[in-house]
Each structure stands twice: as structure tokens, then as C-alpha cells.
């Protein structure tokens, strides 16, 4: 392990904020098998996993892995063929409401400017739309959308679309976020400005994060942990931890040990056959 990086009182109050704002999440021998008629697909096979209070928690593996059938069965949209989650020391039995959802597609309603799809979160919750208008406002201007509170979808490119998204979870100040590869259709140059904008609210607002990914930099680039996934049936290969300090600027992302961490990731996929040269 490289030299430790002991945190400024800036970053200390930014640590204990998190802990004050997240929520513990408890993985418990999950496995989920799906069934169409005589064929049984088994998705994941006893996956147990510890989330804590404020941790941003990455999980990376190949596609048909379980990873996003993980995330559902986490926010109580799947339930689990063996198992169980826990939040916040509940035990999840159907729909958890209190967290924030980004798929990898903003679904945005085209009738609706980006300030009302913001607090159609809102709406939906039955709370007063007026009363979060100025926290909206704020939310859009810190992933650079000020100024395009009242453009509509379609006048929006994809990585605006994805940032309107995110502040739409995040509106009701949700202790959990769930991001089911929130930037896989973005290209490149977009998606490293997400990856930097992301670790930025994470820093600020402090909830407890769990982000699927197929990319190995971007997860260790943003996570506290990474959890490399085997195929499927989807296991837990290893729990890295990411002990690079913040935030993950230019020069964090160039170093060794970012490379290391990255070659370690690529190494548990050579063994599987998931990445052959």
C-alpha cells in the first residue's frame, strides 16, 4: 500500500458529512434465477456485499454479469430467488422509495422543460413543486445547466439529457443513489466531464452511491471500492480497495497507482476469458 493521504478539515467535515447523509446497504446471499418456461437462466449466484453509510461502491463486469439485476433487486424493483437486502437496517420486500434512480437513458418527458422533468420527482412524490424550484435551480447550475432551465428535451445534447437526470434523483436529497451505467451511450470526451462532475456532487451532497459500470478506469477513477463481477452466473471475483486520494484529478488518473488498480481489474477479466489478447 502506497503512503496514506491524511485528509485536510475541509475533506474531514466532506467525510463526516457522508456518514451523516448515507445509508448502510446490506447484500445478503443474493441469487436470482429467471424462468421462461422450461429455461432457467441463473443470473447471480450468492452475492453478499456491504455497503457503507457515504461509500461510493462500483461495480464493474461483463455484459449478462447480473450487475444491473443486482441494482434492481437493491432498490426492491426485482425480488431475489434466494436472499436478502437490507437498508438501513430494513429489510427491502418491495419498491424502495427512498433513494435516487439513473438508468443509462435520461428518460425525460418531451412535454416537459428541464426544470419541471427535474421536479416531476417531486410531483410524483405528491410534495410542492414550488417549494424545491430554487434547490433544482442550484442542482442544474452545478452540473452546467444554468441558463437551460426552460429548454426542452429534444434542444438538449445526450450528456445534458444525463445531467438533468441526475439532478432529477437527486432533488429530494435521497440518502442512497443508485446509477445503472448512467454513461454508457455518452462519448468519450463527455463522459470523462461526467465522471469529474459526478465526484464533484458526490463530495458535496454525500449519498451513499452504488454504480454499475463496464469501465474499468471509470470505476476505479470514481469508487471507494470496486466490485469485479465474474460472468455469469454473476459472483463476486474481488473487492478492491481504491486508496487514491481526492479529488481524482489529471495527475491521479496518470499515476501508477491508478494503473495498477486498473491492470489489477483487467487481470481478474484475463482469467475468466472475458479479455483475451
Not at 457515504?54 to 434466494?82: D, N
Not at 412535454?111 to 412524490?125: E, K, M, S, Y
Request: aromatic share 6%.
Amino acid at each position: 500500500m502506497g503512503p496514506q493521504n491524511h485528509p485536510s478539515p475541509s475533506e474531514a467535515g466532506q467525510a463526516a458529512q457522508r456518514l451523516a447523509v448515507g445509508v448502510a446497504v446490506e447484500i445478503s446471499g443474493i441469487s436470482k434465477v429467471f424462468q421462461r418456461g422450461q429455461i432457467q437462466t441463473q443470473a447471480l449466484a450468492r452475492v453478499d456485499l456491504g455497503v457503507k453509510p457515504g461509500e461510493f461502491v462500483a461495480v464493474v463486469g461483463p455484459s449478462g454479469c447480473g450487475k444491473s439485476t443486482l441494482l434492481k433487486i437493491i432498490a426492491g424493483l426485482l425480488g431475489p430467488s434466494e436472499g436478502k437486502i437490507e437498508i438501513a437496517g430494513k429489510l427491502i420486500a418491495g419498491p424502495h422509495t427512498d433513494l435516487g434512480i439513473v438508468f443509462q437513458s435520461p428518460v425525460l418527458l418531451d412535454w416537459r422543460n428541464v426544470l419541471d422533468n427535474v421536479l416531476v420527482q417531486i410531483d410524483l412524490r405528491g410534495g410542492d413543486t414550488a417549494a424545491y424550484g430554487d434547490r433544482a435551480r442550484a442542482l442544474l447550475a452545478k452540473v452546467g445547466l444554468a441558463g437551460f432551465e426552460n429548454r426542452m428535451p429534444r434542444e438538449l445534447s445526450g450528456g445534458m439529457r444525463q445531467r438533468a437526470a441526475i439532478v432529477r434523483a437527486l432533488i429530494h436529497e435521497p440518502p442512497l443513489l443508485m446509477m445503472d451505467e448512467p454513461f454508457g451511450a455518452l462519448d468519450a470526451l463527455t463522459r470523462e466531464q461526467m465522471r469529474i462532475d459526478l465526484e464533484k456532487l458526490w463530495l458535496d451532497r454525500g449519498q451513499t452511491t452504488f454504480f454499475i459500470t463496464h469501465g474499468i478506469s471509470e470505476a476505479v477513477a470514481l469508487a471507494d471500492r470496486v466490485v469485479v463481477m465474474t460472468p455469469r452466473p454473476g459472483r463476486i471475483e474481488r473487492i478492491i480497495e481504491i486508496d487514491l486520494p481526492r479529488p481524482r484529478h489529471k495527475a491521479v488518473v496518470s499515476s501508477q497507482r491508478f494503473t495498477d488498480y486498473c491492470n489489477e481489474i483487467t487481470e481478474c477479466f484475463m482469467r475468466h476469458g472475458v479479455i483475451q489478447y
